[in-house]
Every structure is written in structure tokens, then in C-alpha cells.
């Protein structure tokens, strides 16, 4: 039998990619704050991946669309005088899960298959997804190696960046797409509600462990590949959904990780304490 056409392979497969897909976009998501962006853009893509399911074209192209213009409308909205960031993604947010709820309603007998749209089918990837996911996580992975300077400074000295002659409302937006590539890449095989915890808990865990921007990257994608593979073994071991079981391994991971570096840096301060000096 071919290795891809067994479902739990190609399931294992796309949980491995997907999650090192996650981890690596949510050091970025973490460090400049944006997991409300992000559970802005999983929800806002809903109306993309109903409508692309409707017409009968690929759901990813379909939430690639809605993700995109969801990405631009945050940028430009909050660069309105008066606008926050914060106000313009709670609109986007609510505004696009609304549109793909009423599309859903729309469609006589359609119900049926939200569930498939809200919490991924991790067990029906396909070839092709796995391939897409792939040739996402190496195109994010370039850009932002290709990108890390200015998009390190537009996102942690912002004066900086600009004294140095960076556009840092066009390295904003760069971030923004590539932060919808991620999302919209996992979100068939995660689903649109849970996506967002497979993208924060692994870079918000590794964080806990240290202060190097590469460190807390290798950390993430590990920890986000590890995620995914442990929740389909939960899943596959106690018949429970698959996105649902991925993305509380995810919190687990995130908490347990929580809970061991506090005790860690605790031991080592007591350690590094100078002893008193016995009479």
C-alpha cells in the first residue's frame, strides 16, 4: 500500500508540518502582540472557506481571499487618525464571521458541514494539502529569514526602523499577509475557531524558556510540531476530534511549560544564592 493513502499517515504527516507552520508564525504573533489579530483573521476567513465550499473551488483559496482582505482592512482602519489597531480587528472579526454564518444559512442543508469549517478534518487531508502546507512553510519560513531585520525593528523599535529609513507601515502589512498565509494554511486541518491556540500556546510556551529570538523560534516550531502530533495520538487513542484533542495538547504544553520554568527559575535562584559563612 502507497504511504499516502492512508489517512493517518497523511493526517500525521500534515499535523508535523502544520504545527511547525504555527509555531513558527507565533513567535512573531506573541512578541508583537497580535493573537487578536490572529483570532480575528481565523474567524474572519470563515465567510472565504463557506463561499469557496459553495462554489465548489479549494477552501483554502477561498479564505486566502477573505484572509487577505481582512489583513489590509486592519491595516488601513488602523491607520485612520483616532483608530486603533484593537477597534479596527474586533469589526473585522465580527463582521466576517457574521458574513460566513449568514452564507451558511443561505444554503439549504449546509449546516451539516460547519462543524467541518469551525474545527478542521485533519483526518481527510488530502495530498495536495499536505504539498500546500509544505510550500507555505517554506515560503513563510524565507520570508521572514529573508525579512528579519526590518521586521524586527518595525516591531520592537519602531523609531528606530524609521530613522533608518524603513517603511514600517508596509513591513506591518508584510506581516499581516504572512501571518494570513500561516492561518489560512492550517485552518482545514485545524478549523477556523481552534486554529488560533496551535498558533499562540507553542511560541507563548517557548517564550517562557528564553529571551533569544532564535531560541524561542526553534522552541516554537518544535513545540508546535510536538502539539499536533500528540493531540492525534490523543485523538486516535480516545476517539475524540482531532482539532479539538491537537489544541488542548497545545494548552497543556503551555501550561505544563508555565509551570516547569517558574520552578526552574526558582531552583537556580536558590542556587546562585552565596551561601552564609558558617562561624
Same mark, same amino acid.
Given at each position: 500500500m502507497n504511504w499516502w493513502d492512508d489517512a493517518l499517515h497523511r493526517a500525521t504527516a500534515e499535523v508535523l508540518l502544520a504545527g511547525a507552520l504555527a509555531g513558527l508564525i507565533g513567535v512573531h504573533v506573541v512578541l508583537r502582540r497580535l493573537s487578536f489579530f490572529s483570532m480575528a483573521l481565523t474567524h474572519a476567513t470563515f465567510p472565504g472557506v463557506v463561499a469557496a465550499s459553495i462554489i465548489g473551488v479549494n477552501i483554502i483559496v477561498g479564505g486566502a481571499i477573505a484572509g487577505t482582505i481582512i @489583513?489590509?482592512?486592519? =491595516? /488601513?482602519?488602523?491607520? #485612520?487618525?483616532? !483608530?486603533?489597531t484593537a477597534a479596527a480587528t474586533g469589526v473585522m472579526l465580527s463582521g466576517g464571521f457574521a458574513l460566513g454564518a449568514g452564507l451558511v444559512a443561505s444554503q439549504s442543508g449546509f449546516s451539516r458541514d460547519l462543524a467541518s469549517f469551525l474545527v478542521g478534518s485533519i483526518l481527510t487531508v488530502s495530498p495536495q494539502? +499536505? $504539498? /500546500?502546507?509544505?510550500?507555505?512553510?517554506?515560503?513563510? =519560513?524565507?520570508?521572514?529569514?529573508?525579512?528579519?531585520?526590518? +521586521?524586527?525593528?518595525?516591531?520592537?523599535? #519602531? =523609531?528606530?526602523? !524609521?530613522? @533608518?529609513?524603513?517603511? /514600517?507601515?508596509?513591513?506591518?502589512?508584510?506581516?499581516?499577509? *504572512? $501571518? !494570513? *498565509?500561516?492561518?489560512? /494554511?492550517? *485552518?482545514?486541518? $485545524?478549523?477556523?475557531?481552534?486554529a488560533l491556540a496551535l498558533v499562540v500556546a507553542p511560541a507563548a510556551a517557548a517564550r517562557q524558556w528564553s529571551h533569544r529570538l532564535g531560541v524561542i523560534t526553534a522552541l516554537a516550531v518544535t513545540l508546535g510540531a510536538l502539539s499536533g502530533l500528540g493531540g492525534l495520538y490523543a485523538s486516535s487513542r480516545w476517539d475524540v476530534a482531532a482539532g479539538a484533542s491537537i489544541t488542548l495538547t497545545a494548552t497543556a504544553v503551555l501550561a505544563l511549560s508555565s509551570v516547569l520554568s517558574r520552578l526552574f527559575r526558582s531552583t537556580s535562584t536558590v542556587t546562585a544564592r552565596? #551561601?552564609?559563612?558558617?562561624?
Amino acid at each position: 500500500m502507497n504511504w499516502w493513502d492512508d489517512a493517518l499517515h497523511r493526517a500525521t504527516a500534515e499535523v508535523l508540518l502544520a504545527g511547525a507552520l504555527a509555531g513558527l508564525i507565533g513567535v512573531h504573533v506573541v512578541l508583537r502582540r497580535l493573537s487578536f489579530f490572529s483570532m480575528a483573521l481565523t474567524h474572519a476567513t470563515f465567510p472565504g472557506v463557506v463561499a469557496a465550499s459553495i462554489i465548489g473551488v479549494n477552501i483554502i483559496v477561498g479564505g486566502a481571499i477573505a484572509g487577505t482582505i481582512i @489583513a489590509l482592512g486592519v =491595516a /488601513t482602519l488602523s491607520r #485612520r487618525r483616532g !483608530q486603533n489597531t484593537a477597534a479596527a480587528t474586533g469589526v473585522m472579526l465580527s463582521g466576517g464571521f457574521a458574513l460566513g454564518a449568514g452564507l451558511v444559512a443561505s444554503q439549504s442543508g449546509f449546516s451539516r458541514d460547519l462543524a467541518s469549517f469551525l474545527v478542521g478534518s485533519i483526518l481527510t487531508v488530502s495530498p495536495q494539502n +499536505l $504539498i /500546500t502546507t509544505a510550500v507555505a512553510l517554506v515560503v513563510v =519560513a524565507v520570508v521572514l529569514l529573508a525579512c528579519a531585520r526590518p +521586521l524586527r525593528y518595525s516591531g520592537f523599535d #519602531r =523609531a528606530g526602523a !524609521q530613522a @533608518a529609513g524603513y517603511a /514600517t507601515g508596509v513591513w506591518d502589512v508584510v506581516l499581516l499577509l *504572512v $501571518i !494570513q *498565509v500561516a492561518v489560512v /494554511t492550517i *485552518v482545514p486541518a $485545524i478549523g477556523t475557531i481552534l486554529a488560533l491556540a496551535l498558533v499562540v500556546a507553542p511560541a507563548a510556551a517557548a517564550r517562557q524558556w528564553s529571551h533569544r529570538l532564535g531560541v524561542i523560534t526553534a522552541l516554537a516550531v518544535t513545540l508546535g510540531a510536538l502539539s499536533g502530533l500528540g493531540g492525534l495520538y490523543a485523538s486516535s487513542r480516545w476517539d475524540v476530534a482531532a482539532g479539538a484533542s491537537i489544541t488542548l495538547t497545545a494548552t497543556a504544553v503551555l501550561a505544563l511549560s508555565s509551570v516547569l520554568s517558574r520552578l526552574f527559575r526558582s531552583t537556580s535562584t536558590v542556587t546562585a544564592r552565596p #551561601r552564609a559563612v558558617s562561624a
